[in-house]
């Protein structure tokens, strides 16, 4: 069991207490689409522990981080066309951040440059 909150949607999320689109999931990550979607192509990537931003990173995290960006160049590997992508973190509720479970965005399909 990873360490869960018990107000967090994300970790009801992963408890499978409220549904999701899974996307990938394997011990320590899930891939969900994005209820919101910003680009056709809308994951989020959350570790499935309860670690509430990068501020909250610890040097023990660093496999389940490494994880995470391999699951992104997995995603990037198979998008239709280009393996073309925009990663974005908000990180803390001054930077938009609504949920404090710590998750990346993947998004593709529309040019999100700036
Ligand atoms: P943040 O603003 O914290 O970076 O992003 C939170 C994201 O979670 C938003 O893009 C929002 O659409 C998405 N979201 C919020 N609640 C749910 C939910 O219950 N299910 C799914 N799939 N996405 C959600
Ligand atoms: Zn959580």
Redesign the pocket.
Known sequence: MHKSNDDC??C??INKQ?P??VIYEDDDVLV???????APV?Y?IIPKEHIININDLKESHAPVVWKMMKVVQKLASELKGAPSFNL???NGKEA?????HM?W?FLAGKNLGF
């Open positions: 949607i994300f009801k999320i409220i999701s689109d969900i689409k994005d209820i919101n979607p910003k809308h989020l974005v973190i908000n938009g951040q609504l949920v404090s998750h965005h």
